[in-house]
């Protein structure tokens, strides 16, 4: 196995695994490990099973079912979307991280491409935790102690206005009430501090007015938007990718329709985030520095090709 590093902040291929089969401990534990590090993980040509990837989930924790996307009926814990000309793509062409409007958010979640579209359909990703790393000092110190206010917003757009429309929005608002979360997340496993508001979810700041908040918000919400904390992935059929929905936001692109795109999705269960108030002792995994090149004068006759980090199990 080999982890390929594809971009600075975020963002890493691993080749030589075949998800169809089961992992060895030894092999899983380089993916987890890999994962915390550069919090995109890619596998390409995993032409595999719905059950192969609810399995490949399962090794990360149990797998959520998610209260409005269409799921499968016969494995509801995976998702299906599938956008063509007759149902045209929603509510994903936004920076978000998955269900922060739970009271413990998704760890993860892990999506294959079945259907690919021959222009267009990309995903973008973002390192909050880079977004954190690159605020100034009097910043971090001021977001550390607030709580962001999370809602499941986008949703109610999806329900009807009849009466059972507004039985089924009270039944869900008794389910998922507001949560409040960290602005600023510890990553349990990387000890990163990581940006945790999305303008999907989160509607506000405790304590502040929206006057005060909404502005302070706004700004948040672009880091997302720097290419530097960025990654763009472009699917190729049964190419499948897991992020750490505790440090990545992400947004897919509806430049695709009407060409059919068809996914299958699963969301790994996390935990109660948690601020640095908290005290807990978690080693930081900090990112490794990208090395110089040093063209030898033979090489500076002729263009030179670009070379990529790759790190190989074990080594690291």
């Not at 602005?183 to 496993?189: F, G, K, M, Q």
């Not at 935990?271 to 990112?287: A, V």
Request: include cysteine; charge should be negative; aromatic fraction near 8%.
């Amino acid at each position: 196995m080999e982890i390929e590093r594809l971009g600075r902040n975020l963002g890493a291929q691993v080749h030589g695994v075949d998800l169809s089969e089961p992992l060895s401990e030894g092999d899983f534990a380089v993916i987890h490990n890999a994962l915390a590090e550069h919090e995109l993980l890619l596998f390409r040509d995993q032409d595999i099973s719905p059950g192969a990837q609810l399995a490949f989930g399962r090794r990360f924790g149990p797998p959520s079912i998610h209260p409005f996307s269409p799921n499968m009926a016969e494995m509801p814990e995976l998702i299906v979307l599938d956008n063509h000309q007759a149902n045209p793509p929603r509510l994903t062409d936004i920076w978000h991280s998955d269900e922060t409007f739970r009271a413990e958010p998704p760890l993860g979640t892990i999506l294959r491409s079945t259907i690919t579209p021959r222009i267009g359909g990309d995903t973008m990703f973002a390192s909050m935790s880079a977004a954190h790393d690159g605020l100034s000092d009097q910043l971090q110190q001021f977001l550390s102690g607030l709580e962001g206010i999370h809602d499941f917003k986008p949703f109610r757009t999806l329900l009807d206005s009849d009466e059972d429309g507004h039985r089924r929005l009270r039944a869900l608002e008794a389910e998922f009430p507001p949560r409040h979360h960290p602005v600023v997340r510890v990553h349990p496993v990387s000890g990163r501090k990581v940006i945790f508001v999305n303008p999907q979810f989160t509607i506000g700041i405790k304590g502040m007015a929206p006057s005060e908040s909404g502005p302070l918000l706004a700004m948040l919400f672009d880091l997302a938007k720097v290419p530097e904390y960025q990654y763009r992935l472009h699917w190729q059929t049964h190419t499948l990718a897991i992020w750490d929905n505790r440090a990545v936001q992400h947004y897919a692109i509806h430049d695709y329709h009407p060409q059919r795109r068809r996914m299958e999705r699963i969301t790994i269960c996390g935990d109660r985030p948690f601020g640095i108030s908290e005290e807990r002792e978690i080693p930081l995994i900090p990112r490794q520095a990208i090395s110089a090149e040093n063209p030898t004068a033979a090489d500076t006759a002729s263009e030179i090709a670009p070379q990529r980090q790759v790190y190989r199990a074990g080594n690291n």
